[in-house]
């Protein structure tokens, strides 16, 4: 485990956007855990002298894909890196919790507001999805390994590294009230806002 660990840590390279969406990207579709690294973080409150810091940019969250299989019996996900990550970059906030709390804590920066969209009423940035792919973008850089069953290293990490912009397995992070905070307001303001 230690050796898979440190291939996050320091990996050989921090993937771009560009990389990442498209038919041209060259993440796998296979099951494994991803690292987020970020060049200015989405808030000032997070404290980056405890980051975890390669190549001028911090570790701030992690995820895998696909999530561990139901103990119920249910069919499993069949997510992989590949989906997952696209998710992440250029998909929307009511699909990926990255983008939620990225975009909740720098809606007010970037002028983007959460909403109620569509006869689903799910809850995400509407067109300012755009502007929030575009800041991550310039700020946000990927790398991953492919694991067959990454939840049970992400039970080994995720505790262990400081990791701002998790919230699963992470509610003793100094960062979580304020990232929980932000998000509830950012729903509840929504929800009191027209749908569109």
């Given amino acids: 485990m230690k050796k898979t660990y440190d291939k996050l840590l320091k990996p050989d390279d921090l993937v771009p956007r560009i990389q990442l969406i498209g038919r041209s990207s060259i993440v796998p579709s296979s099951p494994g855990i991803y690292a987020w690294y970020f060049s200015n973080p989405p808030s000032d409150e997070i404290d980056l002298n405890s980051c975890w810091k390669w190549q001028d940019k911090y570790l701030l969250y992690m995820g895998i894909s696909p999530v561990e299989p139901p103990k119920n019996g249910a069919a499993p996900s069949k997510n992989n890196l590949r989906k997952?990550?696209?998710?992440?970059?250029?998909?929307?906030?009511?699909?990926?919790?990255?983008?939620?709390?990225?975009?909740?804590?720098?809606?007010?920066?970037?002028?983007?507001?959460?909403?109620?969209?569509?006869?689903?009423?799910?809850?995400?940035?509407?067109?300012?999805?755009?502007?929030?792919?575009?800041?991550?973008?310039?700020?946000?850089?990927?790398?991953?390994?492919?694991?067959?069953?990454?939840?049970?290293?992400?039970?080994?990490?995720?505790?262990?590294?400081?990791?701002?912009?998790?919230?699963?397995?992470?509610?003793?992070?100094p960062f979580y009230p304020t990232l929980y905070r932000c998000r509830k307001l950012a729903r509840e303001e929504a929800r009191m806002l027209p749908v569109l």
Avoid at 96 to 110: H, K, Q, Y
Avoid at 125 to 142: C, M, R, T
Wanted: glycine content about 6%; proline content about 3%; overall charge neutral.
């Fill in 84 to 173: 997952r990550i696209r998710s992440h970059m250029s998909g929307n906030a009511s699909s990926s919790t990255l983008r939620m709390s990225v975009g909740c804590l720098i809606s007010n920066e970037l002028g983007i507001q959460l909403r109620r969209i569509g006869r689903t009423e799910r809850l995400y940035f509407g067109q300012d999805e755009l502007i929030l792919s575009a800041w991550l973008e310039q700020n946000a850089f990927v790398t991953w390994i492919e694991i067959t069953e990454p939840w049970i290293l992400e039970q080994k990490i995720v505790p262990e590294l400081y990791l701002p912009l998790n919230l699963r397995m992470n509610k003793e992070h």
